[in-house]
């Protein structure tokens, strides 16, 4: 990589605190600032001027290309388009060139040929890492400069379509999102005839929030055990485990009182407000966790069309208008047993979710193909900067 003559990873140890972080002043780009081809200018950290100065060997400028070291992708690139300097942490790699085009050699970096280079030298299993000197040796192949400049108009004629194409993509699979949440709200701000409005803790029969302090402790935590449920383990309409976040059998029977059983419905206290499942078969027995409440239906209501209801919109509005906002958006108990609910017979709740299981698997086979374009459009990616770094385009 003779061109690539000035390559510097960012300060280690004590060099760079976070104690060092200030409001505001010169910018310290992070891995997760870092993606192909672009940086994320969010969630931003910045050191006084005084402090960059200190560290300026590990600074960057306009026209640089940045590099993940750490972390999985890793290797990837992007060319810094902003003007102004800034820093780099040590997770990441700084490459300076001359004499070669910068989107050419961004391109190849974030290339397959490359990336499977990188893996083959990375190290570590939890947290994938390679060396700055595996950085130096990279196989990078430098054609004469024109035919670098052929490449890259190639390139980013053809990337400029691709990014057109997967805009328009996910614009539809948004859409198709909307569309079910807009004939949901239409299906719960009905109001027809044999609708029944009562408080919720008048339809179910129990609310119970999950546990609290002492109760449970980050050290009961241990892999293979007993998943517990909070807010981001429910994912759309599914409950998803974190295996990360179980207990073992002590603490288990310490939470006895927050076994759940198949067709509770778990709620997210915090957080987005709304967010609900239904408990599963094969998921009863696992516990609420923290962040949730657990509502145990009677025989007057359907699980899954109590779930629709306090997922739609107008309900979730509701509780939007009772909830705690001081920190981050919570809900206490006695708000979700006091919300009035608006229930019509059991056989007219059946029939509803009859329909609204129709026009939901429609919209799962529509958000189906939108993501597969998705997913041919990244891989054509892929496929023409492979053809582009092995003599092929």
């Not at 961004?106 to 299993?125: A, D, H, M």
């Not at 997922?311 to 208008?321: A, F, I, T, V």
Request: proline share 6%.
């Amino acid at each position: 990589m003779d061109p690539l003559n000035d390559i510097v990873d960012g300060p280690f140890g004590s060099s760079l605190k976070r104690s060092d972080y200030v409001t505001s002043g010169m910018p310290v780009l992070k891995i997760q600032n870092i993606k192909p081809f672009a940086i994320e200018e969010k969630r931003m950290d910045y050191v006084s001027p005084a402090k960059f100065q200190s560290l300026s060997r590990h600074g960057f400028v306009s026209g640089d290309i940045l590099m993940t070291k750490l972390g999985d992708p890793l290797g990837v690139s992007a060319v810094v388009e902003t003007p102004g300097e800034g820093l780099i942490v040590a997770d990441l790699v700084r490459i300076r060139v001359q004499r070669i085009d910068t989107r050419f050699l961004c391109y190849q970096l974030n290339s397959p040929p490359v990336r499977e280079f990188i893996n083959s030298q990375q190290k570590g299993t939890t947290r994938p890492r390679i060396t700055l000197s595996v950085v130096r040796e990279l196989p990078i192949r430098v054609p004469r400069l024109h035919e670098q400049h052929r490449l890259v108009a190639i390139l980013d004629e053809a990337f400029a379509g691709i990014a057109a194409a997967k805009d328009n993509a996910e614009e539809a699979l948004r859409n198709a999102r909307i569309l079910f949440e807009s004939h949901l709200t239409s299906v719960f701000e009905q109001r027809g005839d044999g609708l029944v409005e009562k408080p919720l803790m008048e339809w179910v029969d129990s609310i119970s929030t999950g546990p609290f302090g002492s109760l449970l402790h980050k050290s009961d935590y241990q892999d293979g055990g007993i998943p517990l449920i909070n807010p981001i383990n429910i994912v759309g309409d599914t409950i998803v485990p974190d295996e990360r976040k179980t207990v073992g059998p002590a603490a288990a029977t310490r939470l006895t009182r927050y076994v759940l059983e198949h067709k509770d419905v778990v709620i997210a206290r915090r957080g987005e407000i709304g967010r609900c499942a239904v408990v599963s078969e094969d998921q009863a027995g696992w516990l609420c966790g923290t962040g949730c409440f657990f509502i145990r239906p009677s025989s007057k209501v359907d699980p899954y069309y109590l779930t629709h209801l306090l997922r739609s919109n107008p309900y979730r509005s509701k509780l939007e208008g009772v909830s705690d906002r001081a920190t981050m958006p919570s809900i206490s108990n006695t708000d979700l047993s006091r919300l009035i609910v608006a229930l019509p017979s059991l056989s007219q709740q059946h029939h509803t979710l009859e329909t609204l299981d129709g026009f939901s698997a429609e919209t799962e086979q529509l958000e189906a193909v939108y993501r597969r374009k998705l997913a041919a459009l990244d891989e054509l990616k892929q496929s023409l900067l492979h053809h582009a770094f092995t003599g092929q385009l």
